[in-house]
């Protein structure tokens, strides 16, 4: 999760000379930038960088990422007109250098770890096209969600197919697993979930049904939407830091795995307060399997490296001891 960002100094390093797009557009120094996670803080798994906007440039959307703000989009859309002129996004054709990036990231890597391919959900991208940019109560999402349903659906349809697409290249070209971030679908009550969101989400988890890699259903603030956000896909639900994870699993069923759920915050304070917070969170999931120790969302850019090496270790030595009792 915004894993490589602004907080390691290697990762500074090359961004003053490449702004984000270029990096993601050089596979050479996208794969550098992917990998460098694993060499510097020794995480189990890397994860591609890319952005979940850089396949709406393929539908015809122009958009920056701006510094400090994220995406913001020149043309939001705010009517069915401007759903219906988004064009068909073809991975080969749209992110060429997305696909070549993960080979060579794969190549770098050597087994050393795996490697997550990821897309936005419908909602979240959606989100993203109709505000414009970053929103608080996203109002313009909504306003069309319940006056244009119509549009609506046209608009997750359209994000729908283009996702899955991604998602199938991504797995062909070698990513070990795949996760679909619905960043901002906290926004919404499970009934407007279910009515709005559950069936386009459901969609692309079905057309990856077949394929052998795990998948992973990731939202923040999804209290009310966990047992929905199950039935919508996934193997591994991410959570948050807004709920117990002992609590949240308990509700998804231990049929299936868990991921989170460390406040990214938590890394801003002392080495004793993050070690208690960790600590905390593998005594709640205990020895059940299934449980990916993460953070609940993106690395802060003030956060400091040695805290997170500092973190991974400390996670590692306490989940290997774990597993040498239960040998025993
Ligand atoms: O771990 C990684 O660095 C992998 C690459 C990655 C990026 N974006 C690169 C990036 C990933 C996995 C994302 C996903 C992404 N992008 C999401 C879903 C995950 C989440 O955090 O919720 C979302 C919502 C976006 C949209 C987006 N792009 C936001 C909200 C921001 C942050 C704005 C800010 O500056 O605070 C971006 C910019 C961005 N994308 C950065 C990175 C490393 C940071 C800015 C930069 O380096 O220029």
Redesign the pocket.
């Known amino acids: 999760?915004?894993?490589?960002?602004?907080y390691l100094p290697e990762?500074r390093k090359i961004?003053e000379k490449h702004?984000?797009i270029s990096i993601c557009e050089d596979p050479e120094l996208c794969a550098k930038?992917?990998a460098l996670?694993v060499e510097v803080l020794n995480v189990d798994a890397a994860?591609?960088?890319?952005?979940?906007?850089l396949p709406l440039e393929g539908m015809n959307v122009e958009f920056e990422?701006?510094?400090?703000?994220?995406?913001v989009i020149k043309k939001p859309i705010r009517n069915a007109q401007s759903v219906r002129a988004l064009i068909d996004f073809d991975p080969k054709a749209d992110v060429p250098y997305v696909l070549s990036a993960i080979e060579l990231t794969k190549k770098r890597l050597d087994g050393r770890a795996p490697l997550i391919g990821?897309c936005?959900a419908p909602f979240?991208l959606a989100s993203?096209l109709i505000e414009g940019g970053?929103s608080r109560d996203f109002s313009n999402t909504k306003a069309l969600m319940y006056r244009e349903p119509k549009a609506w659906d046209l608009l997750m349809e359209k994000l729908t197919d283009a996702m899955t697409s991604y998602l199938q290249a991504q797995i062909q070209a070698g990513v070990d697993a795949v996760q679909l971030?619905d960043?901002?679908i906290g926004c919404l009550n499970s009934q407007d979930y279910d009515q709005y969101v559950l069936p386009h989400s459901r969609r692309i988890f079905r057309a990856l049904e077949s394929t052998a890699v795990p998948k992973i259903h990731?939202g923040?603030g999804t209290s009310d939407l966990l047992e929905s956000m199950k039935r919508a896909g996934g193997d591994v639900i991410g959570v948050d830091w807004r709920i117990p994870i002992d609590v949240a699993w308990q509700r998804l069923g231990h049929d299936m795995a868990i991921q989170g759920n460390l406040d990214p915050a938590v890394l801003l304070a002392d080495s004793d307060l993050v070690k208690s917070r960790a600590e905390n969170i593998l005594k709640r999931v205990g020895s059940t399997p299934g449980h990916i120790f993460n953070l609940g969302?993106?690395?802060l850019?003030d956060t400091n490296p040695q805290s997170v090496i500092d973190l991974v270790e400390f996670v590692h030595g306490a989940t290997q001891k774990r597993l040498e009792v239960q040998v025993k």
């Open positions: 999760m915004r894993q490589a960002g602004r990762y961004r702004d984000i930038v992917s996670p994860i591609m960088f890319a952005d979940i906007m990422i701006k510094e400090g703000i994220g995406p990821f936005g979240t993203y970053p971030f960043s901002w990731f923040t969302h993106g690395m850019p």
